[in-house]
């Protein structure tokens, strides 16, 4: 037998005593020592077979120390394989015959073990035999000390045998236990009682500290602080920031285009400064004034600018500071809030975003505790409640008044509402001039153009619209700011960055060329719409190209549209798709339209649901709800018809979108010309303006036919 295979033999010999018995495996380790002995004169072998015979006697030796199983569920190894095993390990590794000092135990006299460590099978021999007098357990139980009857003692690595106390009970053995277990158990015991009591203790003192701080000190007196102290759990406390003397850096010069709204707060500021004009007159101050209005308005700026001309102090806050992680937070923040507000009347609360704690509250019927009802009541309670609030003026802001509750918005809360709403042309040219300051203008910029290209904006769209021109004569690297400047910002507002390098084929230029054009052109042609602005065929954002409509001021201020100018509207947004079929055929139009369709179907089913525009149903508003709300959307609307209503409304929304894409298509192919004219210079130039546009179509000699029902209906083109 070759020495690689005998090797296997013996490393399969390490593995089988893990499924038989431990007597056996001492029994194999016997005889193989034994033939060790007997082969001791043999010690040529090579070291690499010294080693594995070690490794091999050492792992038996580990496998001596583990818990005895028991005969009957693992039967003794034949003693022909005993035999046969040792065979082959003498075969294959001679050197095992060779005597060793370092495994085989020798005993004393008496017959007991030598050493300091005994295995426990020896152990449990010398107990069977009598021969040990007592033992002390460690405190975990993982070893013991004996004491034998020669005096000697020794110590035993346990197995997991839950025979051996009896075996040592039944064999006179002295047991006993380390003191260290007793000890140990009792500083365990000791941690876990004093762990939680000094946790408690520290939580205990912190509140208390934070208690004893926020009771000593406030805001920084004279400057801005946070009210309530600075205690780490100061939760109940409120986090407005308190000013005596405001220094807010905004008076009503810098406020412009919300002329009514500041004439009602002046009237305020004025109650605070000369109270006695007022009181021999019988008035009585208002208690809350709530500002309302869309995004951007300067409901914020004014509430500032209140503070820099009221001269008493001003506390304010945003409505969301008040909830906070914990129940009932809110509550306590508000009462602490308007304590300190009392304890420096007459004084200014100003309270930012009020919808977030000012919400409608609900019928109850969800059950559970709503902190945010819990915080508006506390609201109601100290802005008039038993005690009122004599002295402390209320301004809040908020561009959804449609959701605030009743209670909040009678008199006696909030007296006054006032609409900050968008500024009108008058209002955008003061806004133009406020943030012009400290830039440098050119002489060629004139706001008043500017403000008319600019209907809607809001004053923080103004000041960014200023604020993007500066940016972008700086990245010039001009010196002052002109009107192309100003122009290119608000092109970058509107409709996004200009793509620069954007990749575009000639038959695609080509494309979006003619698809603008028919905008333009349908929207020159119908009488009373806005006129074009400017042309171009640049992509920007999402868009490949945009027409830009300047939309009529009175329309804008009073928001009434009448129904020939919407339907003009339509027939404008179908002015692209009809140019895409009339020049490149039905085939290769694109889904450049599909924003078109988009705005057409929405103004269509508008006109029928809501207003009252609808020849087969009626004036009735089919969808109901909402509110005024500055944010837009339909939020809270519903349909309130059933499905044969509904038949009727999807029919006339297809009639009036049928109607629009006909009235555009006659337009479109009466003016072919002008078509191919403009298409061709925004081919060359990219951009036309209005002026330049105009001039197109006055030179083409275009003529408006306007085909209604009757298509004998000519009306000539008037501008």
């Not at 110590?155 to 006993?176: H, M, Q, Y």
């Not at 102290?229 to 905004?250: A, C, I, L, N, R």
Request: with cysteine; net charge negative; charged share 25%.
């Amino acid at each position: 037998m070759s020495q690689f295979a005998a090797s296997k033999n013996v490393l399969a010999g390490v593995a089988r005593p893990s499924v038989r018995s431990n007597s056996n495996a001492r029994s194999r380790v016997a005889k193989r020592a034994t033939v060790m002995k007997s082969n001791n004169n043999n010690k040529e072998s090579s070291s690499d077979a010294q080693k594995i015979a070690i490794a091999t006697l050492t792992a038996f030796a580990t496998l001596q120390n583990a818990q005895m199983a028991s005969a009957i569920d693992f039967p003794a190894m034949p003693a022909v394989e005993q035999q046969q095993s040792a065979e082959q390990t003498t075969e294959a590794f001679p050197s095992l015959s060779a005597p060793s000092t370092t495994v085989a135990s020798t005993t004393d006299a008496s017959g007991l073990p030598e050493g300091a460590t005994w295995r426990y099978s020896e152990f449990i021999k010398a107990v069977l035999g009598g021969k040990v007098e007592r033992v002390r357990f460690a405190k975990d139980g993982s070893s013991l000390q004996l004491t034998a009857v020669n005096g000697n003692r020794a110590t035993v690595v346990l197995p997991n045998d839950p025979e051996l106390v009896d075996i040592l009970a039944k064999n006179g053995v002295d047991i006993s236990v380390s003191e260290g277990e007793q000890q140990g158990n009792a500083a365990s015991l000791l941690g876990n009682v004093l762990f939680p009591v000094i946790a408690f203790a520290g939580l205990f003192f912190l509140f208390r500290r934070a208690q004893d701080g926020s009771g000593s000190g406030g805001g920084m007196p004279g400057g801005m602080g946070g009210m309530g102290g600075g205690g780490p759990m100061d939760f109940g406390k409120s986090k407005s920031k308190f000013q005596e003397v405001p220094e807010t850096g905004v008076t009503f010069v810098d406020v412009a285009g919300v002329e009514g709204a500041k004439l009602e707060l002046q009237e305020v500021v004025d109650f605070l400064k000369n109270p006695d004009k007022y009181t021999q007159l019988g008035a009585k101050i208002p208690k809350g004034c709530l500002l309302v209005g869309p995004p951007g308005t300067g409901k914020t700026l004014l509430a500032k600018a209140v503070a820099g001309e009221a001269g008493v102090p001003f506390f304010s806050c945003a409505a969301s500071e008040f909830v906070e992680l914990f129940v009932g937070v809110g509550a306590s923040r508000v009462r602490d809030l308007f304590e300190k507000a009392k304890s420096k009347a007459p004084c200014i609360v100003f309270i930012d975003e009020i919808d977030a704690v000012g919400r409608q509250r609900g019928s109850g019927m969800g059950g559970g505790n709503d902190e945010r009802e819990q915080t508006i009541n506390q609201l109601l309670t100290e802005m008039d409640g038993f005690e009122g609030n004599t002295g402390v003026i209320v301004l809040a802001a908020t561009n959804r008044p449609d959701v605030l509750d009743s209670a909040l918005l009678r008199p006696g809360r909030f007296d006054r509402q006032v609409t900050v709403d968008r500024p009108d042309v008058a209002g955008r040219i003061r806004i133009l001039k406020v943030h012009s300051r400290g830039k440098t203008i050119s002489p060629d910029v004139d706001f008043e153009k500017v403000a008319r290209r600019t209907p809607g904006f809001t004053g923080a769209d103004l000041a960014n619209l200023m604020n993007e021109s500066a940016i972008i004569a700086a990245r010039r690297e001009l010196t002052e700011i002109s009107k192309e400047e100003i122009a290119d910002a608000l092109e970058r507002i509107v409709a996004g960055a200009a793509k620069e390098g954007a990749v575009m084929s000639e038959k695609k230029k080509r494309l979006v060329a003619y698809h603008e054009a028919g905008h333009a052109i349908v929207g020159a042609l119908m009488p009373e719409y806005d006129p074009v602005a400017k042309i171009s065929i640049v992509p920007r954002g999402a868009a490949g190209g945009l027409t830009f409509f300047a939309p009529s001021e009175e329309r804008l201020e009073s928001g009434l549209y009448s129904r020939s100018y919407l339907e003009n509207q339509m027939a404008v947004a179908m002015g692209g798709r009809v140019a895409e079929e009339l020049i490149f055929g039905a085939e290769d139009v694109t889904t450049g339209a599909s924003g078109d369709f988009q705005q057409v179907s929405q103004t269509a089913r508008q006109m029928i649901e809501t207003m009252g525009f609808s020849k087969k149903i009626g004036q009735i508003a089919l969808k109901t709800g909402g509110g005024q709300s500055f944010l837009g959307g339909e939020m809270g609307r519903s349909a309130d018809y059933g499905p044969a209503t509904a038949d009727l409304v999807d029919s006339e929304v297809k009639e009036l979108v049928t109607k629009a894409y006909r009235r555009a298509k006659d337009l479109v192919s009466i003016n072919i010309d002008v078509l191919h004219k403009v298409a061709d210079v925004l081919m060359e130039k990219e951009n036309i303006d209005g002026d330049e546009f105009e001039k197109i179509m006055f030179n083409a000699k275009s003529e408006l036919y306007l085909k209604e029902d009757n298509l004998e209906v000519v009306v000539p083109y008037m501008q």
